[in-house]
């Protein structure tokens, strides 16, 4: 019998006809043909990027950055005084809180608060009527003690009393005068004065008030002249002697300094800090400076010396090195004459005010970058604006604006 020939997958057909096996022929053309027309448009656009960034690239090498705008300052050559700073208080040449050794009642109060006061004079006096009354009669008994042992020594010597008899009238003549000086002293202790002059502070005490042994009644101060107390490392007892002067500057009254003398170095170092305590004698005759307030000292030592300063804010401080940046006119990366800022590694010394001392790496008559100098990089050029910052000082002080 007759049998039809066997069919393979390609020879199937779709109801349209078709072959299997030719549609998916078709099929995999088209695929083809999209995958490398999306690869083609993919190459275009990243040729047409790396066209518009080579462009950008090179447009950006022929141009030359604006230049930055800077203020300036000449390396100067000063002839300044050593010196050695420290901070301190200030404390009184003699101070005192005056306060009572006897119980008694105030009767009269010689000072007004805050004034001036001389050695001696009444401070308060308390009241000492029934000492006063006891004294009296202790004087009299003193006296018939006296007359007493008079007549004893007398009748003595006619050999009409005893010696017992003698010796009791001298005890007792000695009691009785110490008695008297018992009740004196004890007067003299309810009349406080003053034991130096100086100035008293607020009183403590009224009229009629009761007060007892060791209350506080008023502080007494000697300020003129004042004594100023502060530390210096240990290195400083190289260059620091009795006899230098001293400059001081008190935050209460900015931009005002007084003079004054070193008079006393402690021979103990401090063994936590290193430091050496030190005292200086400064006049006060305007009596502005008070007892505790904070101070700032300079101690000139040595010989005065000459010293290349800048403004501080020209350094640019780090750790690998302080640096500044210095002024030149040369070539450009245009090929243009013009003022680059070149850096230069420095070493600073001494600080004061707004300046700064420099030991190495400038020369005196250069120009720096005194402000603004953290937005330069090295060859960069600059355009200098002095008025973009305020002039550096010695002493420096606040602006209000």
Same mark, same amino acid.
């Given at each position: 019998?007759?049998?039809?020939?066997?069919?393979?997958?390609?020879?199937?057909?779709?109801?349209?006809?078709?072959?299997?096996?030719?549609?998916?022929?078709?099929?995999?053309?088209?695929?083809?043909?999209?995958?490398?027309?999306?690869?083609?448009?993919?190459?275009?656009?990243?040729?047409?990027?790396?066209?518009?960034?080579?462009?950008?690239?090179?447009?950006?090498?022929?141009?030359?950055?604006?230049?930055?705008?800077?203020?300036?300052?000449?390396?100067?050559?000063?002839?300044? #005084?050593?010196?050695?700073?420290?901070?301190g208080t200030l404390v009184a040449i003699r101070g005192v809180t005056l306060g009572a050794e006897v119980t008694g009642t105030v009767r009269e109060i010689g000072f007004e608060n805050g004034g001036l006061v001389k050695k001696g004079q009444l401070i308060?006096?308390?009241?000492?009527?029934?000492?006063?009354a006891q004294l009296q009669s202790a004087k009299a008994d003193a006296a018939l003690a006296k007359q007493t042992l008079d007549r004893a020594e007398s009748l003595r010597k006619q050999e009409v009393n005893t010696q017992a008899e003698l010796e009791t009238?001298?005890?007792? %003549?000695? #009691?009785?005068?110490?008695?008297?000086?018992?009740?004196?002293?004890?007067?003299?202790?309810?009349?406080?004065?003053?034991?130096?002059?100086?100035?008293?502070?607020?009183?403590?005490?009224?009229?009629?008030?009761?007060?007892?042994?060791?209350?506080?009644?008023?502080?007494?101060?000697?300020?003129?002249?004042?004594?100023?107390?502060?530390?210096?490392?240990?290195?400083?007892?190289?260059?620091?002697?009795?006899?230098?002067?001293?400059?001081?500057?008190?935050?209460?009254?900015?931009?005002?300094?007084?003079?004054?003398?070193?008079?006393?170095?402690?021979?103990?170092? %401090?063994?936590?800090?290193?430091?050496?305590?030190?005292?200086?004698?400064?006049?006060?005759?305007?009596?502005?400076?008070?007892?505790?307030?904070?101070?700032?000292?300079?101690?000139?030592?040595?010989?005065?010396?000459?010293?290349?300063?800048?403004?501080?804010?020209?350094?640019?401080?780090?750790?690998?090195?302080?640096?500044?940046?210095?002024?030149?006119?040369?070539?450009?990366?245009?090929?243009?004459?013009?003022?680059?800022?070149?850096?230069?590694?420095?070493?600073?010394a001494e600080r004061r005010g707004d300046y700064v001392a420099v030991t190495s790496g400038l020369a005196e008559g250069e120009t720096v970058v005194s402000s603004g100098a953290f937005k330069l990089r090295p060859g960069m050029a600059v355009v200098v604006?002095?008025?973009?910052?305020?002039?550096?000082?010695?002493?420096?002080?606040?602006?209000?604006?």
């Open positions: 019998m007759f049998q039809p020939a066997p069919t393979t997958p390609d020879d199937k057909t779709f109801d349209t006809g078709v072959p299997v096996g030719v549609y998916r022929r078709r099929n995999r053309r088209l695929w083809f043909l999209v995958i490398g027309g999306l690869l083609v448009i993919v190459v275009l656009l990243v040729g047409i990027k790396f066209a518009q960034f080579s462009k950008m690239f090179a447009v950006a090498k022929t141009q030359v950055p604006p230049p930055e705008s800077v203020a300036s300052a000449k390396v100067q050559s000063l002839e300044w #005084q050593p010196t050695r700073s420290g901070a308060v006096r308390l009241d000492t009527s029934a000492e006063t009238a001298q005890a007792k %003549d000695k #009691q009785a005068r110490a008695t008297v000086v018992n009740l004196e002293a004890i007067i003299n202790k309810k009349v406080i004065r003053a034991p130096f002059d100086g100035r008293v502070g607020i009183r403590q005490v009224e009229l009629g008030q009761v007060i007892s042994p060791g209350t506080p009644i008023v502080s007494l101060q000697t300020v003129t002249p004042i004594y100023a107390e502060f530390q210096l490392p240990q290195q400083a007892l190289a260059d620091v002697k009795l006899g230098q002067k001293v400059q001081l500057m008190v935050d209460v009254y900015p931009g005002q300094t007084w003079d004054g003398e070193l008079t006393t170095i402690n021979p103990e170092i %401090d063994l936590a800090t290193r430091n050496v305590r030190m005292r200086a004698t400064v006049k006060n005759d305007d009596g502005r400076l008070n007892p505790g307030m904070f101070a700032s000292v300079e101690v000139a030592s040595g010989e005065k010396r000459k010293v290349l300063v800048i403004p501080a804010t020209a350094v640019l401080f780090a750790p690998y090195g302080d640096s500044v940046y210095v002024l030149e006119n040369k070539k450009g990366e245009d090929g243009k004459e013009q003022l680059l800022a070149q850096q230069r590694f420095i070493r600073t604006n002095n008025n973009v910052a305020a002039p550096a000082q010695f002493v420096p002080a606040p602006v209000d604006r």
